[in-house]
């Protein structure tokens, strides 16, 4: 069975700070992937997704994602991390051919403070 | 404006009433979807639905039920809702095909007492 993990919880940083959120997938085929973001009080919203080509995919809002095939990893990373980031992170994973589903990861709260 | 609308956003019933939360979408989606979110579980799939008349149970289907008469609207209904279906529900769209992004609507907070 497909499954997505998030190992970070809860993340707190400062401004300005570096961020980095884990995502692993257990799947072992080709599989799209997709980070998006979830503001207090709204609905999710796509940051980034993966689905070919460049294993680096820029998003909105400064946000990149790597994709590391061999450790089934696609980490989120933003260089320089703002108090408006503060957010619910989500890793999610589709298999080309799966109908459509998503896979999503617990999820990694982030807040940045001032 | 392109959107995925729900309705209601925020409900509190009781154990036993049947209710029904709606999801509309203006895009022409073929895919639409139910996940509810609950703390430290991230998003689980309900039921989704490929195109009109064409639904199957995502990976937490039991007391839910949903239907897709047009390809619009696809509501989430609960026929006996239990304190454990307490949660905030997320209807989403996407067209058909494994690269396309779903589309989530605002969420409808359910509260059974």
């Known amino acids: 069975a497909q499954s997505v993990s998030q190992h970070n919880h809860h993340v707190i940083l400062s401004e300005a700070a570096s961020l980095e959120l884990g995502c692993n997938y257990s799947?072992?085929?080709?599989?799209?992937l997709f980070w998006y973001v979830q503001y207090p009080g709204q609905h999710l919203q796509l940051l980034l997704k993966?689905?070919?080509?460049?294993?680096l995919v820029k998003g909105i809002k400064g946000f990149e994602a790597e994709f590391i095939k061999s450790k089934f990893s696609f980490n989120l990373r933003k260089p320089s991390v703002q108090w408006s980031d503060t957010a619910e992170y989500f890793c999610?994973?589709?298999?080309?051919?799966?109908?459509?589903?998503?896979?999503f990861g617990t999820g990694t709260q982030l807040k940045v403070e001032l | 404006e392109a959107q995925v609308t729900q309705n209601p956003r925020y409900l509190i019933t009781v154990t036993g009433k049947k209710l029904t939360v709606t999801c509309s979408q203006n895009?022409?989606?073929?895919?639409m979807s139910w996940y509810r979110q609950d703390p430290g579980l991230g998003l689980r799939q309900i039921y989704y639905?490929?195109?009109?008349?064409?639904?199957d149970k995502g990976d937490v289907p039991e007391g839910y039920k949903v239907s897709r008469k047009e390809k619009r609207n696809f509501p989430l209904i609960l026929e006996s809702p239990s304190p454990n279906q307490t949660s905030l529900y997320f209807c989403?769209?996407?067209?058909?095909?494994?690269?396309?992004?779903?589309?989530f609507g605002p969420g409808t907070r359910l509260t059974v007492l």
């Open positions: 989403a769209s996407s067209l058909a095909g494994g690269m396309n992004e779903q589309f």
């Open positions: 799947y072992g085929g080709t599989v799209n």
């Open positions: 993966y689905f070919s080509g460049d294993p």
């Open positions: 999610a994973a589709k298999r080309p051919g799966g109908g459509n589903k998503l896979t």
């Open positions: 895009m022409n989606h073929e895919y």
């Open positions: 639905s490929m195109n009109v008349e064409v639904t």
